[in-house]
Nanobody, 119 residues
Framework: QVQLVESGGGLVQPGGSLTLSCAAT????????MAWYRQAPGQQREWVAG???????AYTDSVKGRFTISRDGDKTRAWLQMISLAPEDTAVYYC?????????????WGQGTQVTVSS
């Protein structure tokens, strides 16, 4: 069973930065897409960013220029660097792997990590 462990969430003031990480418990397992989703209170889960095994990234419009997704080569580890955070970025962030495309979620989800942007 693939398990994804997330870390890096927390409380940050507007304009601040955080970096989230995601690591598979089976690090030799390869996935074409690694992605980040988020779910704000009262909202549906939203795709945020994805990256292919070639290192090609994609982002939802609301985070372009502020968030950067990366991965450890072809290994099952990914990061989401977030800068210029705003209250609307407050959400539980989930790592996801195994998707068939940037906006097609895969079967495996992380446990979620809370990001709260507030003064």
């Amino acid at each position: 069973q693939v398990q994804l462990v997330e870390s890096g969430g927390g409380l940050v003031q507007p304009g601040g930065s955080l970096t989230l990480s995601c690591a598979a418990t089976e690090p030799d397992l390869k996935f074409h897409i690694m992605a980040w989703y988020r779910q704000a209170p009262g909202q549906q889960r939203e795709w945020v960013a994805g990256i292919t095994n070639r290192g090609t990234p994609a982002y939802t419009d609301s985070v372009k220029g502020r968030f950067t997704i990366s991965r450890d080569g072809d290994k099952t580890r990914a990061w989401l660097q977030m800068i210029s955070l705003a209250p609307e970025d407050t959400a539980v962030y989930y790592c996801n792997v195994g998707g068939g495309g940037f906006k097609i979620p895969g079967r495996y989800w992380g446990q979620g990590t809370q990001v709260t942007v507030s003064s």
